[in-house]
């Protein structure tokens, strides 16, 4: 199992920016065996769903909501992911998970607020 760590949510005003992180901790083992890492995010009301992922190999997509705002990284010596999140909009208010993909197996945070007003 992967414990994943977020933080760097809050409250910023339209236009601003915050950047997200997530801390990936566990086995060497289990470590190894993730393959990609992504951030979700869930609005009250509605469901979790995808919105920036990263490889392994470096890869990353987009959900079209976010394209061109937002920036998904990694830094592997650190075992961590970020989530630079530029221009933001009152709808990216929302819970962001972060995510490991191991496999079948799948990872997640506990989440951090992020909330936009306008």
């Known amino acids: 199992q992967v414990q994943l760590v977020e933080s760097g949510g809050g409250l910023v005003q339209a236009g601003g920016s915050l950047r997200l992180s997530c801390a990936a901790a566990g086995s060497i083992f289990s470590l190894a065996s993730i393959n990609a890492m992504a951030w979700y995010r869930q609005a009250p009301g509605e469901q979790r769903h995808l919105i920036a992922r990263?490889?392994?190999?470096?890869?990353?997509n987009y959900a079209d909501s976010v394209k061109n705002r937002f920036a998904i990284s990694r830094e592997p010596a650190k075992n961590t992911v970020y989530l630079q999140m530029n221009s933001l909009k009152p709808e990216d208010t929302a819970i962001y998970y972060c995510n490991a993909e191991r496999g079948g197996r799948s990872d997640w945070g506990q989440g951090t607020q992020v909330t936009v007003s306008s």
């Open positions: 990263i490889s392994n190999g470096g890869s990353t």
